[in-house]
């Protein structure tokens, strides 16, 4: 509909450098900030303003990890990387299958309301030492973590998703004749996945907050133990690093989710 | 020949705080190739009229028959066309036009070449791989009646089909929609609460009253001209008096 012509006026030239600039200038303040504040923290660190034994320092950040290999963080990445990758899918999956469950059988969802209301408000970590008795202190147990936080999210968003959809278009297939089970395949799942992808990205953030406070509890790697383990020997550069990473892990992982949203829905509507 | 035969139908709504009586003892027929509509007050049980027809609803009591034969359900030889064109958004406009066969389960090599044929013969043709949010609202509209048709129905039943339309586009569709049935030689029951379209596009004209709904008066609709197209029917000078006639029966206080 907005094909560019081939001669572009000014007033579009004009329009086209204003946007561009706007843009630019954003991107420069995000950068610039981050860039402000390292700054301030090292250079506060050389002067003695600040205690880095405390605060650390982004030079012996650097220089804690600078090699990667040899102390091996890698290693503590995957770790972390793939508890939280197991407990997201198990979540997801699981999470979506009773959210249908709930759907399909209008007299469950009614009993268990009030079962799901109290599960949801309920700290999961609380559940954490019950959890280490149950299935062993090592990585099912943190597995477990991360899926008692993200399951009850997704049941109830991917719930309420299937309850939200579009009457009339459910009508619709009606008028054709069409049967529960075809009504879910044909209309309310794909008519969801949005509603999926925003449980997706929300999930896989509470499944790090899973992984991370599981690791706190029973670990002997992961990110989590690291940041316990350097806390306990009072290695803050070891602590801030790992927070660091942690954070990148995280952004990582939810460009992920994104990516593999916009490769699913590329066809949908635009 | 009679299609739809509607014989004594009531229908009670039961509810937390009682019973509703919505429609009570209604009787009329349509025949082949005819286009009937239903008008009446708001909230008289036009829609919930159009459901028991269609199955999706049981009526209280009386009978629906079709061709002859006892409705029970809802039956592959009723199309029904709803006031929005609930294109699904993920598919394409081929996709979604065999919905319809796709359900019923009848994607044989015939029922798609008559889609295709559909799409062809009314324009559609070089969208079909496109997605609804890249065609017109009046073109959405017409790929809906396509997805209708596709089931090869012998009746249409359309539940204030063109409403959610601006009014330019309406007029335009409703042309588009007559035109194509009237080809098709298909019989059309409309529900409406807007008296000028039905003046233009019926044959006859069922009044209902207000709640409990009943057969007020079924009025025949002629007009003296070569081509009837309901644009052509809006400026002919029959029609004011139908209006009248009709507003006069609706009997609307504010």
Partial sequence: MYNEPQTISKERQLY???????????????????????????????????????????????????????????????????????????????????????????????????????????????????????VGAGTSAIIVMALAISLIVTVLEMLNGFRSTNREHIKM????????????????????????????????????????????????????????????????????????ILSVVAALMYEAVVLLEKAVTRHYGR | MEVLKVSGIGEKYQSQNGEVTALSNINFSVEQGEFMSIVGPSGC???????????????????????????????????????????????????????????????????????????KTYGLYEFKDKYPSQLSGGMRQRAALIRTLATNPDMLLLDEAFSALDFQTRLAVTDDVYTILKKENKTALMVTHDIPESISMSDRILVLTRRPGTVRNIHTITFDMEQRTPLACRSHIQFNTYFNTIWNELDVHV
């Fill in chain 1, 16 to 134: 086209l450098k204003r946007q561009k600039r706007g843009k630019q200038k954003v991107l420069f303040w995000q950068i610039a900030i981050l860039v402000l504040f390292l700054a301030v923290w090292e250079i506060a660190g050389q002067l003695g303003w600040i205690d880095t034994f405390i605060l650390s320092q982004p030079s012996r950040i650097l220089h804690t990890y600078a090699n990667l290999t040899q102390n091996g963080i890698l290693e503590h990445i995957g770790v972390t990387v793939y508890e939280t990758l197991v407990g997201f899918v198990l979540g997801a999956a699981l999470g979506t299958l009773l959210a249908i469950v709930l759907w399909w059988s209008g007299f469950i969802s009614k009993v268990s309301e009030p079962y799901l209301v109290v599960l949801n408000s309920l700290p999961k970590i609380a559940l954490g030492p019950v959890i280490i008795i149950w």
């Fill in chain 2, 45 to 119: 049980g036009k829609s919930t009229l159009l459901s028991i027809i269609a199955g999706l609803l049981k009526p209280t009591e009386g009978t629906i028959t079709l061709n002859g034969k006892l409705v029970s359900g809802v039956s592959p030889q009723v199309g029904y066309m709803l006031q929005r064109d609930n294109l699904l958004e993920w598919r394409t406009i081929l996709k979604n036009i065999l919905f319809g066969l796709e359900i019923q389960k009848k994607l044989t090599p015939e029922n798609i070449a008559y889609a295709e044929h559909l799409l």
């Fill in chain 1, 173 to 244: 297939a009606r008028t054709f004749g069409a049967s529960k089970h075809q009504i879910f395949t044909k209309i309310v799942f794909p008519g969801n996945i949005k509603t999926l992808f925003n449980s997706l990205k929300i999930n896989i953030g509470l499944s790090l907050v899973g992984v991370i406070a599981g690791e706190f509890l029973v670990s002997k790697a992961g990110l989590g133990y690291l940041i316990v383990y350097g806390g306990q020997v009072f290695k803050l550069d070891l602590v801030m690093g790992s927070v660091i």
